[in-house]
């Protein structure tokens, strides 16, 4: 009978420590399944934050991490290269004029007041269209030949005019993708001599050197993209209005000859 009670006891014992086991592990999951949740939800928000992150940001970032360095001068050309488009701009369009209007003034200003009131017409017009006008009428009581003379020197100092600081701006257009180029292999020349220095060969010990390497390359050809198509306007913009400067001038000379007769 004693032994009965024994035996029953350690098996009421066994299933009390199995009970507690299988709580305590039970639990133990529990927790780590709650954990790994936890951690989804952490990596999922990560993942919209990126994804929510507008160009701007992301370029901001970009440029950060290709160095200050050679990414500010980069920079510089960009800035430089914009004021200097931006203000040609603003004067070719200012010099741009209507030439069709101001041959038909000019030329009725001849017919009804004579030379000095075709002068005054071109006195109060902008633009080195007027100006060249101006300077052939001003010579025209001399001789035809003096107003062609002085009308195609004019037109000489207007086309300087017209393309003053446009070599700077192709300086630029050269210059960034060169120090794109040159950050390039500097960030290749110091990842190189860190695979040297370790003796093997690691992603992660060269990947920010190439990165920044590639960064550089990267903004540097943007740049010069940006001001390579300002730079195409411009040299449109002087084409077209030297165009009209030659135009106007021999017009100009043949109602100069008419008004002698």
């Not at 025209?140 to 030949?145: C, F, H, K, V």
Request: proline content about 1%.
């Amino acid at each position: 009978m004693k032994r009965l009670f024994s035996i029953l006891a350690m098996a009421g014992l066994f299933v009390l420590s199995t009970n507690t086991v299988s709580a305590k592990a039970n639990a133990v999951v529990s927790n780590l399944s709650s954990s790994m949740a936890t951690v989804a939800v952490m990596l999922q928000d990560d993942a919209a934050a990126e994804s929510t992150k507008g160009f701007t940001q992301v370029l901001k970032e970009q440029f950060i991490q290709g160095g200050a360095g050679f990414m500010g001068i980069v920079l510089l050309c960009l800035i430089l290269g914009l004021a200097v488009a931006i203000e040609r701009i603003i004067y070719l369009n200012m010099a741009s004029t209507n030439t069709a209007k101001l041959k038909q003034q000019v030329e009725d200003a001849l017919s009804s007041g004579g030379v000095e009131a075709a002068k005054e017409i071109c006195r109060n017009t902008k633009g080195p269209v007027a100006s060249i006008y101006y300077q052939g009428l001003d010579r025209a009581d001399e001789s035809i030949e003096s107003a062609e003379k002085a009308v195609i020197a004019y037109g000489g100092v207007q086309m300087g005019q017209l393309e003053k600081n446009v070599s700077w701006l192709s300086l630029f257009i050269a210059i960034a993708p060169m120090l794109g180029f040159m950050g390039t292999v500097i960030g290749m020349i110091q990842a190189f001599q860190k695979i040297s220095a370790v003796g093997n060969l690691s992603a992660s010990l060269i990947a920010g050197d190439i990165q920044v390497a590639l960064l550089t390359t990267v903004f540097g050809l943007i740049t010069a993209i940006i001001l390579q198509i300002f730079y195409n306007y411009i040299i449109a913009k002087i084409d077209s209005i030297v165009n009209d400067m030659e135009d106007s001038s021999i017009t100009l000379i043949d109602m100069l000859v008419d008004h002698k007769k």
